[in-house]
């Protein structure tokens, strides 16, 4: 990100959201913005492989507008990773039409809850695809404004080849969705946001889809619709044209009609968070509730990643895969243990949270590639609401520049150090342009795996 980390810390705390439930800790009224209730209910949708917690700044900042929480939602699918064959079935993969059925029953259950005629939708990359074929296929009456965010609406790739992937400019989906004069759902606002060329899924040439040299048949141009409003945000990556400090502000002066007064997440003085534990069969990323997984949480030291205390929180996962709440204040920084039968115990350090937020979301890790021999700990800077993108940011691991990412177009997310035998237990650090966290390299081989997980 070209934003500074002190900038971005100032203006975004740490981590929480809300999915719309229970009300968390107060809202800090004094550093928040009334808002006329005129400004809808808004539902945030992630994308491929995705869930709910990859909204939780975007969240926080509409809060910090004075959004009320209870009036803003974010889905979690089921099974959040789309079909290779939209039409053949597939373990633990969604069709298009899976993905419709289980946005319009959470739209109708925010309407319900808010009371609101209408709502207001905001999708990154596949979660577009969701929102058209809610709007297109009845549910426009519901919407008054619909945000899409890197959605590849034109394709991945255009091909004569593969015509059932839902990905595919020239299938049946997107040929659906956007036939006709005008590719928009009248009486629905539309908007998209795209990058200026370093959107990975927006690329003339394939590959980013493992076919280097083929002409995709689509360009940066591909997530625009005839008939919306579409801005270019400028250089940033596919996930920053959805969670990027100035998405947000797009986003907001789309849905609101004017500007935001901030765009700064105000701190709350009680921090209280919870969230889901969700299951990985076979390595495949769902929101599946796992049961009775053991959550820890702790306190820990900025500088050298070691615990403060006992633990904040020591508890089981519910059978819906609940986890929490846990209270803590936004100068800590936090270590989460997630522990279940089956996978590698995942240590994840986190900056500190300025906000409440109910979709603290855990999922267990594991290295992406076999550890070699000698290998003491396995370490992981993970950014879930971006890449990395070299030249453009600042991403030391553990002293270097990881040699994992590659330049150019940001397509990486995560890059990992290895840390060897005689080493275990020492801090490692992570930095990412002005973000800093401070990990403990667990061991190896006790089957424990170490993920510093950035929020910006």
């Known amino acids: 990100m070209q934003t500074t980390r002190r900038s971005l810390l100032k203006a975004f705390g740490a981590l929480p959201v809300v999915l719309g439930g229970t009300p968390l800790a107060a809202l800090a009224q004094s550093e928040a913005t009334a808002v006329p209730a005129e400004v ?21 900042r509409m809060e910090s507008n004075g959004v009320a929480r209870g009036r803003l939602a974010a889905l979690n699918f089921t099974d959040p990773l ?14 298009t039409n899976d993905q419709r059925r289980e946005l319009a029953a959470a739209i109708a259950d925010l309407k319900r809850r808010t009371g609101a005629a209408k709502v207001a939708l905001v999708a990154s990359s596949r979660g577009g695809n969701a929102v058209r074929n809610v709007i297109k296929n009845g549910g426009a009456a519901d919407v008054s404004h619909a945000v899409l965010c890197g959605t590849p ?38 908007l998209t946001l795209r990058s200026d060329g370093m959107d990975k899924y927006a690329q003339a040439d394939g590959r980013f889809v493992g076919k280097p040299g083929t002409p995709t048949g689509v ?75 053991r959550v820890e949480v702790y306190r820990v030291d900025p500088d050298s990643g070691k615990r403060i205390g006992a633990a904040l929180f020591d508890g089981r996962s519910g059978p819906d895969g609940r986890w929490g709440p846990v209270d803590t204040q936004p100068p800590w920084p936090l270590e989460f243990v997630l522990t279940q039968p089956g996978e590698m115990t995942t240590h994840i350090y986190r900056s500190p949270f300025p906000r409440s937020s109910d979709v603290v979301h855990l999922r267990a890790t594991k290295p992406a590639a076999k550890p070699q021999d000698g290998t003491g700990a396995v370490v992981m800077l993970s950014r879930p609401r971006g890449y990395f993108g070299l030249p453009r940011d600042i991403v030391i691991l553990d002293g270097k520049q990881p040699t994992d990412v590659k330049p150019g177009v940001p397509t990486d997310s995560v890059t990992t150090a290895i840390v060897p035998s005689g ?25 424990r795996i170490t993920v510093a997980e950035l929020t910006y």
Do not use: C
Not at 82 to 95: E, F, K, P, W
Not at 226 to 245: Q, S
Not at 274 to 292: E, K, W, Y
């Open 82 to 95: 789309a079909r290779s064959d939209d039409g053949a079935a597939q373990d633990h993969r969604s069709s």
């Open 153 to 190: 609406n034109h394709g991945v790739y255009a091909w004569d080849s593969d015509l059932r992937n839902e990905f595919n400019g020239k299938g049946p989906f997107l040929s659906g969705l956007n036939a006709g004069d005008s590719e928009v759902t009248p009486g629905v606002a539309f």
């Open 219 to 293: 360009t940066a141009v591909g997530p625009e619709l005839k008939g919306a409003t579409n801005l270019v945000l400028g250089a940033l990556d596919h996930r920053e044209t959805a969670f990027h400090p100035r998405a947000f502000r797009e986003i907001y002066k789309f849905i609101a009609g004017r500007e935001p007064e901030r765009i700064a997440i105000a701190p709350e003085v009680a921090v209280q968070l919870s969230g889901l534990v969700t299951a990985t069969p076979g390595g495949v990323p769902t929101n599946r509730p796992v049961a009775d997984a």
């Open 40 to 60: 809808p209910p808004i539902l945030f949708v992630h994308g491929n492989g995705d869930h709910a917690a990859l909204w939780i700044a975007q969240i926080w």
């Open 423 to 447: 080493e275990v237990g020492r801090a490692v650090i992570g930095l990412f342009n002005e973000e800093r966290i401070v990990a403990r390299a667990w061991p190896l081989a006790e089957n």
